[in-house]
């Protein structure tokens, strides 16, 4: 595909059929989709198909993709080497209820990565990871309350529907509907890269305080980074509380670093919630930590928790490519450093036009927001989100699809290549004004 030099003219008069696909769609699915943050408006492009680093509408359009299904495509869409996993295991079913060797074989190897996890267990989503991780976080220490930082998002469970990230604050609902007040009162907040008020929060709480759980960076605001010092920071003040610490590494797990944002940034947490990347595109969620702790998780403990498809055989044997390939072509740390050539390159171009803009990132994920530097949610909430998905229609004319949302993060995966990052480069070019 060219780079098409396309003026922003609106959405582009090329998405007929999704239009009317959108038409039909949201008559049976609420807002035509089956996940908020795909709503783009007034319409979005219905998929076709997607390889390597391109996806494709039904119209034939076809766009450089840095959602990459938001996160877990780090090697691009339809890696040849995953795809056989799948395929192969596909040739010898794919749901048994029973154990599998491939899921000893990825948890050992998840295990020699993250000296956090002793122990997993395998699930199906990152929602259904963080559930779970804070119901064996409160069942160990048998407290009821936890900490969430402001703007972090650990997926669509009651318990963390406050002043979540991701689509809920897109969409200027960051509580939900739905969820009595009853169902919260044990989730307290507290502001990110925030030390003293972390600190106040844990001590005015520790007598019924089971774990803190954040996003070592925010990815669903952002992305936000951690401040020097800050999650170590985290780590002290928990530890002197008896307080548990659990990083959500959905996002940031084999993407900082094979060992996640805890060995990029050398802090060791009590758990670790892991999906996204680790399931190489097929539905997984994984929870792990300290033994003492994941040993009370049923049938070894008293802990509740099942799940029908829960390891099932092709998201494993899925990620079990992907960590292979990851290790093998030292995927994070080219990426990073591709990362920062993207971001270098993006703050080139703002500051020679003298916007007021500010390109943030770190490892493969980077974005331009609208306003100043953000340190926290606060901040996030200031930039300007109408700007943005201007920026982002004309960015889709372009052959450039960015997230829909300026709360959403950009994705670099394995398979751009230097050519599609030039591409673009001439697309912010072109569309930020
Ligand atoms: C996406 C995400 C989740 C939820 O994962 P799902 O698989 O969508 O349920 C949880 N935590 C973080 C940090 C995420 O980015």
Request: proline letters at 5%.
């Amino acid at each position: 595909m060219g780079f098409k030099k396309l003026l922003f003219t609106g959405v582009s008069m090329t998405l007929k059929k999704s239009k009317r696909m959108f038409e039909k769609a949201k008559k049976l699915l609420p807002g035509g989709v089956s996940s908020p943050v795909r709503a783009i408006k007034p319409y979005p492009f219905y998929t076709e198909s997607a390889a390597g680093s391109r996806i494709r509408d039904v119209d034939g359009n076809e766009y450089i993709d840095y959602c990459l299904g938001y996160g877990p495509n780090i090697l691009g869409h339809a890696h040849p080497q995953v795809k056989k996993a799948i395929t192969d295991q596909l040739d010898k079913g794919w749901l048994y209820g029973t154990p599998t060797e491939l899921e000893f074989t990825l948890a050992e190897k998840i295990a020699g990565l993250y000296p956090s996890i002793d122990m997993l267990r395998f699930i199906s989503t990152g929602t259904e990871a963080t559930m779970s991780a804070l119901r064996a976080a409160r069942g160990f220490t048998g407290k009821d309350k936890f900490i969430k930082v402001e703007g972090g998002f650990h997926g669509a469970h009651d318990a963390v529907l406050v002043k979540a990230g991701s689509g809920a604050t897109t969409l200027g609902e960051p509580d939900s509907l739905g969820i009595p007040a009853d169902f919260t009162k044990h989730t307290l907040q507290t502001p990110f890269n925030d030390i003293e008020a972390m600190t106040g929060l844990i001590e005015s709480n520790s007598d019924d305080l089971a774990a803190v759980i954040m996003e070592p960076v925010m990815g669903n605001i952002g992305p936000v980074l951690p401040e020097d010092g800050y999650l170590k920071e985290v780590r002290e003040v928990t530890q002197e509380n008896d307080v548990l610490l659990i990083f959500d590494e959905v996002i940031t797990g084999f993407r900082l670093a094979m060992g996640g944002a805890q060995e990029y940034y050398g802090v060791t947490p009590d758990m670790t919630t892991l999906g996204k990347i680790v399931g190489g595109g097929m539905p997984i969620g994984i929870f792990g930590g300290r033994r003492d702790i994941i040993e009370m998780v049923a049938p070894s403990g008293a802990v509740y928790q099942a799940g029908t498809f829960s390891g099932n055989p092709a998201s494993v044997a899925a990620g079990i490519a992907v960590l292979d390939i990851l290790e093998k072509e030292k995927v994070p740390e080219k990426l990073n450093a591709r990362g920062d050539i993207m971001r270098s390159r993006l703050s080139e171009l703002v500051v020679d036009r003298g916007l007021d803009h500010t390109v943030s990132g770190v490892s493969s994920m980077f974005k331009i927001f609208f306003g100043d530097k953000p340190r926290d949610y606060q901040d996030v909430l200031k930039c300007d989100k109408t700007g943005y998905i201007e920026f982002f229609h004309r960015m889709l004319s372009n052959g450039v699809f960015v997230p829909p949302s300026q709360f959403e993060t950009n994705f670099l995966s394995f398979a751009h290549t230097d050519e599609d990052l030039e591409t673009t480069l001439q697309a912010y070019d072109v569309c930020l004004r």
